[in-house]
T-cell receptor
Framework: GAVVSQHPSWVICKSGTSVKIECRSL??????MFWYRQFPKQSLMLMAT?????????EQGVEKDKFLINHASLTLSTLTVTSAHPEDSSFYIC??????????FGPGTRLTVL | QQQVKQSPQSLIVQKGGISIINCAYE??????FPWYQQFPGKGPALLIA?????SEKKEGRFTISFNKSAKQFSLHIMDSQPGDSATYFC????????????FGSGTQLTVLP
């Protein structure tokens, strides 16, 4: 199957700082990427849908000014958590949709805000 | 509103047994039903998927049964192994350009050796 990578795999930051998470499709071009958030023992919650070259579409209740998404190329999308607070601590997972319209997930990024 | 209901929340099975996880949906616009397997600290991985025009799909020890009239589908894991211990999510995709996944709540499967 197609491979999606995320970087970093884990990050610890101080409250008030910003953190950038990268999502890359390694062997296919993804016109659409998705960003999810997952709390312990819970399901994945879709945060936003990112289309290359256009603004991301955010789900209801997700602050677009806090979670900045940039889909600059067909293989790269970034999520920046701005002015992070402890309640932003979570597992962030991206997925990319290949031309065959299947979704492949990245390995996730564990964010801990102190 | 939970569009895909998944049960049970947790499941314990003996090695060699059959694990069964059930999902139900309401939205008849869903046209693709994948199952994902997730190990702790990892992203979900596609396990098997089915379209509503098929009643059953089998891949190795994993089988999806689909009942379109009842709007239900289930995952059967035959000869369950300790390595199958993970969280399983059913999902559904609605026809249309966005193709967003709607996930079930997840089932934590433990296979005892």
């Amino acid at each position: 199957g197609a491979v999606v990578s995320q970087h970093p795999s884990w990050v610890i930051c101080k409250s008030g700082t910003s953190v950038k998470i990268e999502c890359r499709s390694l062997d296919f071009q993804a016109t659409t990427m998705f960003w999810y958030r997952q709390f312990p023992k819970q399901s994945l919650m879709l945060m936003a849908t990112s289309n290359e070259g256009s603004k991301a579409t955010y789900e209801q209740g997700v602050e677009k000014d806090k979670f900045l998404i940039n889909h600059a190329s067909l293989t790269l999308s970034t999520l920046t958590v701005t002015s992070a607070h402890p309640e932003d601590s979570s597992f962030y997972i991206c997925s990319a949709r290949d031309p065959g319209r299947e979704q492949f997930f990245g390995p996730g990024t564990r964010l801990t805000v102190l | 509103q939970q569009q895909v209901k998944q049960s049970p929340q947790s499941l314990i099975v003996q090695k060699g047994g059959i694990s069964i996880i059930n999902c139900a949906y309401e939205n008849t616009a869903f046209d693709y039903f994948p199952w994902y397997q997730q190990f702790p600290g990892k992203g979900p991985a596609l396990l098997i998927a089915i379209r509503p025009d098929v009643s059953e799909k089998k891949e190795g020890r994993f089988t999806i049964s689909f009942n379109k009239s009842a709007k239900q589908f289930s995952l059967h894991i035959m000869d369950s192994q300790p390595g199958d211990s993970a969280t399983y999510f059913c999902a559904a995709i609605q026809s249309g350009s966005a193709r967003q996944l709607t996930f079930g709540s997840g089932t934590q499967l433990t296979v005892l050796p």
